[in-house]
């Protein structure tokens, strides 16, 4: 095999095949390489990747094809297998194929095929986050594919062929780049990296094929020092693009050029013969597999995301290479313009000053030029203040960037991804890589098909949002979604294609099969609210089979509880969106009936933990009882029903003192207790002989939590008054191990509250407090303050518009007056 790193600096072009070796997504390397193919005028052009992705290459030319994008291959028969080959503007791998595209000149991929990889993925996958080559040789001089996560959490690996009989690669692995500039006396291979290559101004008359001269020689000193590195892998990859340079050069000679990993220059510029690379690629297995470009983003180009050949800075490095000229200065405007957009002031001064520093700080450290720690470090200093807070923002729209590639729709795709994205194009939910808020108004048409598109993908599997708390009505009709498309979503939808292809039909489907195969309540009844929020009507029947035999079966209390809630937020969804829910309705009246006899002897003998989740699920039932749907008979009678089981709870002794509390609380909210009642239990809660744990647990359910309990202590002070007084006699050794729970319970007031309870303590009982005599309700003073009243009228008649100005004096004859006093 003849092939070698083109020619020697300043000589003319040296004779084919040009072995042009590069790093993975470095703008430098890119542009080495267009100047490189430009001198060189090859009649072909391989590039490392996968051969099954020649038909796709066209597609690079097509003017709606915007980087970054990546190839994803994935098995026919299982697309949860599947590895990306991305690609950036800036990556070398772009360039050359663009250039081969626009020159009209011969370009194909001559890496292992996905169809070995991925069968090798198979047999030994990695374990590492998403699985892509890491930072040995794939990762800083090369690239492999990256692999998709399986379901258990561990990789695919990085998608290269492992030949039989060859262990998996030992834990220590080479990273060239680091072992170049540890050379070079460099702490930091990145710093080294942008000095000697980035920093490459191209000035008209350098030889383009120094580059690849002077970092051809050194990975040979690399592979002969280090042989494959770790990664014996890489063997069989090596003999397959042998065999394909070999070929090429059969058809053109030697004009071809070769854009590859670095690491592999050496061993395809070796002397070997084709039966050896052909033992090495002998009984390789092998699945079927399908190919398509999918959009990319910069940040899953970073090396953060767990991508083994990525970068630090995907946006820097498209900065670099993009920029005309005078790289740092353009970057300080972009840098001042994303602050000026954040609201802070960033003047033109500020980048001058920022740019002087950025060059100051180059010459000191005996750079050629600023490179990203400079500037990083004259943003921080000029423009953020000292600050990290502005900078980390700075690192995340500009340094890694939310860049979010496109493809034409000639891509081949599965029928589920073209119904997907004719969906988004009707509905005008454009996929974006930037994380963005979405409201949604049910009662809207568009709207309401957006939130149904959501929750269908949701159940397919497809995260693309999530829904959020909505930062303006609390109604149902109301959703708040949040959306960021990442490249990995392409393979959900190719592995939920199995389902259907449609979104509509797959998602039926999948309900339909998670209803078959659901063992617990709970399950089931979230089943049936997505199912219903997604407006699966197709799919609500075999949910609602499923339901019924799983209810009538259960006998657990707890889990009937659990279930509960999540059947009455569907019917209330139901009503909203149109949705017919009778049957739905019966199944939840029946479980809520089941509830109210089960439930009394489920509250018995239960320890602290035990009644504190018993206390939380009885909240939800009490919400859930309210929501179910409105007769004659049902609900009326089930909502007295409950009534008298939180009355039971109450007054049972052997229930936890926590769900005493909580059911006597609402009993109090809904208005069948008196107030007067409600101090008897409490005062029997909190007297002597009743321990001080058991007495700190009831309080706990009466006015702990959510429950606004902290407001009703501050308008009802007799209440207050009992707290107080049982507070001040528990006993010194017995008071320690109270505190922590009444601390937990105050603590969960508003700090307003805990004040104007502080302030009521401290004044202790007054002559105004509700005890007093004459008190018109209680913890209101005693009679009516004529004054305090008459100067909320003008407010209140603002308010209500009423007929009389702010000024005029009403007659006590005025409805409103009344009201007001």
Not at 359 to 385: F, H, I, K, S, Y
Request: proline share 8%; glycine share 12%; charged share 25%.
């Amino acid at each position: 095999m003849t092939g070698r790193p083109p020619g020697t600096p300043g000589a003319a072009p040296p004779p084919g095949p040009w072995l042009l070796g590069v790093r993975h997504h470095g703008p430098g390397s890119a542009r080495a390489v267009r100047a490189a193919l430009a001198a060189a005028r090859p009649r072909a052009v391989l590039i490392e990747g996968p051969p099954e992705a020649d038909a796709l290459l066209a597609l690079a030319a097509d003017p709606e094809m915007r980087p970054p994008v990546a190839l994803l291959a994935h098995v026919v028969d299982d697309p949860r297998r599947a590895a990306f080959w991305p690609m950036a503007e800036f990556s070398p791998e772009w360039v050359a194929l663009r250039w081969a595209l626009d020159e009209g000149v011969e370009v194909r991929f001559i890496d292992l095929p996905a169809s070995h990889s991925l069968a090798s993925a198979e047999n030994g996958p990695e374990t590492e986050p998403l699985g892509p080559t890491d930072n040995g040789p794939d990762g800083a001089a090369d690239r492999g594919p990256e692999g998709e996560r399986n379901g258990d959490g561990t990789g695919e690996g990085d998608g290269e062929g492992n030949p039989e009989g060859v262990p998996a690669a030992p834990a220590l692995r080479v990273d060239p780049i680091g072992v170049l500039a540890e050379t070079a006396g460099y702490d930091d291979p990145e710093a080294w990296w942008e000095d000697v290559v980035e920093h490459r101004d191209g000035t008209p008359g350098d030889d383009p094929y120094g580059p690849f001269t002077v970092l051809g020689e050194a990975m040979t000193a690399l592979r002969e020092a280090y042989g494959d590195g770790g990664h014996p892998r890489d063997a069989v990859r090596e003999a397959y693009m042998r065999i394909q340079l070999r070929g090429a050069r059969r058809e053109f000679g030697d004009d071809v050029a070769v854009v590859c990993g670095a690491w592999h220059v050496p061993a395809l510029a070796a002397r070997t013969t084709v039966a050896a690379d052909r033992a090495l690629l002998k009984g390789l297995p092998k699945v079927k597999t399908e190919l398509t470009w999918v959009p990319w983003t910069h940040r899953r180009l970073a090396r953060r995301s767990g991508y083994g050949a990525g970068i630090d800075s995907p946006g820097w490095y498209g900065h670099l290479f993009s920029a005309p000229d005078r790289p740092v200065e353009r970057w300080m405007t972009k840098v001042a313009g994303l602050l000026r957009e954040e609201d802070r002031q960033v003047s033109s001064a500020h980048v001058i000053e920022a740019v002087r520093l950025a060059g100051t700080l180059a010459a000191m450290r005996g750079r050629p030029l600023p490179g990203l720690t400079e500037t990083t470090d004259a943003v921080r200093a000029v423009m953020c203040e000292g600050s990290d807070v502005p900078l980390a923002l700075v690192r995340d729209r500009l340094v890694v960037g939310d860049v979010l590639g496109e493809v034409p729709d000639a891509a081949p795709a599965v029928p589920l991804q073209r119904d997907l994205t004719r969906a988004q194009r009707t509905l005008r939910l454009k996929p974006e890589a930037l994380e963005r808020e979405l409201e949604l108004d049910l009662r809207k048409e568009t709207d309401a098909a957006r939130s149904r598109l959501l929750h269908r993908l949701g159940l397919l599997g497809v995260g693309w949002g999530g829904q959020s708390v909505s930062r303006g009505s609390t109604g149902t009709f109301r959703e708040s979604w949040r959306l960021r498309w990442e490249p990995e979503l392409s393979v959900r939808v190719a592995e939920a294609g199995v389902w259907g292809t449609t979104v509509l039909a797959a998602a039926t489907a999948r309900a339909e099969s998670e209803a078959a195969g659901a063992t617990v309540l709970g399950e089931i009844t979230a089943l049936a609210e997505r199912c219903l929020l997604a407006e699966l009507t197709d799919a609500l029947p075999v949910v609602m089979r499923a339901l019924a035999d799983r209810a009538a079966l259960d006998t657990d209390v707890a889990h009937l509880a659990q279930a509960l809630p999540a059947l009455a937020r569907t019917l209330r969804y139901g009503d909203v969106r149109g949705t017919g829910t009778a049957a739905l309705g019966e199944v939840a009246t029946g479980l809520a009936e089941r509830i109210c006899v089960g439930l009394p002897p489920a509250c018995t003998g239960l320890d602290a933990d035990g009644a504190t989740a018993m206390r939380r699920r009885i909240d939800d039932v009490h919400t859930a009882m309210a929501l179910l749907p409105q007769s004659t008979e049902g609900p009326a009678t089930l909502r007295d029903r409950w009534a008298s089981v939180l009355v039971r709870l109450a007054g049972r002794d052997s229930v936890a003192g926590e769900i005493r509390g909580r059911a006597v609380r609402l009993l109090l909210d809904e208005g069948r207790l008196a107030d007067s009642e409600a101090e008897r239990h409490m005062g029997l809660a909190l007297s002597v002989g009743t321990p001080p744990g058991e007495a700190a647990a009831w309080i706990e359910g009466f006015v702990g939590g959510a429950s606004g309990g902290g407001m009703l202590l501050v308008h009802d002070e007799r209440l207050l008054a009992l707290v107080d007084t049982w507070l001040t006699g528990v006993p010194a050794d017995a008071f320690t191990d109270v505190l922590p729970l009444l601390r937990r319970t105050f603590s969960a007031y508003e700090p307003g509250v805990r004040r104007t309870l502080g302030e009521l303590v401290r004044r202790g009982p007054g002559t105004t407090g509700p005890a007093a005599a004459g008190a018109a309700a209680p913890g209101f003073g005693a009679g009516l303050d004529q004054d305090r009243a008459d100067a909320m009228e003008p407010l209140l008649r603002l308010l209500l518009g009423g007929a009389h100005g702010p000024g005029a004096r009403p007659e006590h004859s005025d409805p409103l007056a009344g009201a007001a006093k």
